[in-house]
Protein backbone atom coordinates (compact mmCIF):
# COMPACT_ATOMS: atom_id res chain seq x y z
CA UNK A 1 0.00 0.00 0.00
CA UNK A 2 2.96 2.30 0.66
CA UNK A 3 3.90 2.29 -2.73
CA UNK A 4 0.28 3.42 -4.46
CA UNK A 5 0.16 5.75 -1.51
CA UNK A 6 3.76 7.37 -2.65
CA UNK A 7 2.78 7.18 -6.59
CA UNK A 8 -0.46 8.93 -5.60
CA UNK A 9 1.11 11.34 -3.71
CA UNK A 10 4.29 11.83 -6.39
CA UNK A 11 1.06 12.66 -8.93
CA UNK A 12 -0.36 14.88 -6.86
CA UNK A 13 2.76 17.19 -6.37
CA UNK A 14 3.70 17.03 -10.16
CA UNK A 15 0.45 18.41 -10.67
CA UNK A 16 0.57 21.04 -8.00
CA UNK A 17 4.04 21.89 -10.01
CA UNK A 18 2.33 21.95 -13.08
CA UNK A 19 -0.57 24.61 -11.99
CA UNK A 20 2.07 26.59 -10.67
CA UNK A 21 4.14 27.10 -13.81
CA UNK A 22 1.04 27.26 -15.74
CA UNK A 23 -0.02 30.28 -13.43
CA UNK A 24 4.05 31.60 -13.93
CA UNK A 25 3.48 31.89 -18.07
CA UNK A 26 0.30 32.94 -17.96
CA UNK A 27 1.19 36.69 -17.82
CA UNK A 28 3.94 35.92 -21.06
CA UNK A 29 1.13 33.88 -22.47
CA UNK A 30 -0.85 37.18 -22.70
CA UNK A 31 1.47 39.35 -23.63
CA UNK A 32 3.07 37.27 -25.99
CA UNK A 33 2.89 37.13 -29.75
CA UNK A 34 1.06 34.65 -31.88
CA UNK A 35 3.67 31.60 -31.74
CA UNK A 36 4.23 32.11 -28.09
CA UNK A 37 0.32 32.02 -27.37
CA UNK A 38 0.07 28.89 -29.93
CA UNK A 39 2.92 27.07 -27.75
CA UNK A 40 1.42 27.75 -24.51
CA UNK A 41 -2.06 26.32 -25.52
CA UNK A 42 -0.84 23.64 -27.49
CA UNK A 43 1.17 22.85 -24.20
CA UNK A 44 -1.89 23.38 -22.07
CA UNK A 45 -3.96 20.84 -24.35
CA UNK A 46 -0.84 18.37 -23.88
CA UNK A 47 -1.16 18.32 -20.49
CA UNK A 48 -5.20 18.68 -20.11
CA UNK A 49 -5.11 15.33 -21.98
CA UNK A 50 -2.18 13.40 -20.34
CA UNK A 51 -4.30 14.08 -17.41
CA UNK A 52 -7.52 13.03 -18.93
CA UNK A 53 -5.72 10.06 -20.10
CA UNK A 54 -4.84 9.37 -16.64
CA UNK A 55 -8.64 9.93 -15.18
CA UNK A 56 -9.81 7.45 -17.31
CA UNK A 57 -7.20 4.81 -16.78
CA UNK A 58 -7.90 5.48 -13.04
CA UNK A 59 -11.82 5.30 -13.84
CA UNK A 60 -11.16 1.98 -15.77
CA UNK A 61 -9.47 0.24 -13.07
CA UNK A 62 -11.64 -1.83 -10.72
CA UNK A 63 -9.76 -1.68 -8.01
CA UNK A 64 -9.88 1.80 -7.66
CA UNK A 65 -13.07 2.31 -8.18
CA UNK A 66 -14.71 -0.53 -6.04
CA UNK A 67 -12.89 1.89 -3.35
CA UNK A 68 -14.26 5.08 -3.95
CA UNK A 69 -17.28 6.88 -3.04
CA UNK A 70 -20.40 7.41 -4.86
CA UNK A 71 -19.78 11.20 -3.56
CA UNK A 72 -16.26 11.56 -5.15
CA UNK A 73 -17.65 9.94 -8.32
CA UNK A 74 -20.95 12.47 -8.36
CA UNK A 75 -18.37 15.17 -7.21
CA UNK A 76 -15.84 14.07 -10.47
CA UNK A 77 -19.05 13.68 -12.90
CA UNK A 78 -20.27 17.21 -11.95
CA UNK A 79 -16.89 18.90 -12.42
CA UNK A 80 -16.24 16.97 -15.31
CA UNK A 81 -19.77 17.65 -17.24
CA UNK A 82 -19.16 21.66 -16.72
CA UNK A 83 -15.42 21.31 -18.01
CA UNK A 84 -17.06 19.68 -20.49
CA UNK A 85 -19.68 22.40 -21.33
CA UNK A 86 -16.92 24.63 -21.67
CA UNK A 87 -14.79 23.38 -23.59
CA UNK A 88 -18.19 22.31 -26.30
CA UNK A 89 -18.79 26.23 -25.56
CA UNK A 90 -15.18 27.24 -26.63
CA UNK A 91 -15.01 25.35 -29.61
CA UNK A 92 -18.49 26.36 -31.12
CA UNK A 93 -17.11 30.18 -30.43
CA UNK A 94 -13.55 29.77 -31.73
CA UNK A 95 -14.93 27.55 -34.79
CA UNK A 96 -17.71 30.30 -35.50
CA UNK A 97 -15.62 32.99 -35.21
CA UNK A 98 -12.74 31.79 -37.37
CA UNK A 99 -15.12 30.24 -40.11
CA UNK A 100 -16.72 33.76 -40.87
CA UNK A 101 -12.90 35.34 -40.69
CA UNK A 102 -12.19 33.35 -42.97
CA UNK A 103 -15.10 33.75 -45.16
CA UNK A 104 -14.34 37.52 -44.75
CA UNK A 105 -10.91 37.22 -45.59
CA UNK A 106 -11.75 34.93 -49.15
CA UNK A 107 -14.39 37.95 -50.25
CA UNK A 108 -12.06 40.74 -49.81
CA UNK A 109 -9.05 38.59 -51.52
CA UNK A 110 -7.00 38.70 -48.59
CA UNK A 111 -6.86 34.93 -48.31
CA UNK A 112 -3.92 33.54 -47.68
CA UNK A 113 -3.19 31.04 -50.75
CA UNK A 114 -1.84 28.55 -48.17
CA UNK A 115 -5.70 28.51 -46.97
CA UNK A 116 -7.41 28.01 -50.10
CA UNK A 117 -4.87 25.55 -51.36
CA UNK A 118 -5.31 23.52 -47.85
CA UNK A 119 -9.41 23.66 -48.24
CA UNK A 120 -9.75 23.92 -52.07
CA UNK A 121 -11.56 26.43 -54.16
CA UNK A 122 -13.86 27.98 -51.70
CA UNK A 123 -14.26 28.18 -47.82
CA UNK A 124 -17.62 25.50 -48.27
CA UNK A 125 -15.32 22.85 -49.85
CA UNK A 126 -12.84 20.75 -47.50
CA UNK A 127 -9.87 18.47 -47.98
CA UNK A 128 -6.69 18.52 -46.03
CA UNK A 129 -6.76 20.73 -43.27
CA UNK A 130 -10.49 19.42 -41.99
CA UNK A 131 -11.25 19.95 -38.71
CA UNK A 132 -11.43 16.14 -37.15
CA UNK A 133 -15.52 14.86 -37.70
CA UNK A 134 -17.05 13.37 -34.87
CA UNK A 135 -19.41 10.92 -34.75
CA UNK A 136 -21.12 10.04 -31.05
CA UNK A 137 -22.41 6.51 -30.50
CA UNK A 138 -23.21 5.41 -27.35
Known sequence: MSS?????TQWIEMQKKVKQWFSNVNDNAKKGDRLEL???????FQHMIRT????DNWL???FIISNMPKEELEF?????????QQLIDLDIKHTSEFRDYIAK???????????LE????????????????V???I
Open 4 to 8: MYDSL
Open 38 to 44: ILYTRMA
Open 118 to 133: LFGEGIGQRRRGERER
Open 76 to 84: VWTTIYNIL
Open 52 to 55: LRAF
Open 135 to 137: SLS
Open 105 to 115: LEKEGKLSPLL
Open 60 to 62: QDP
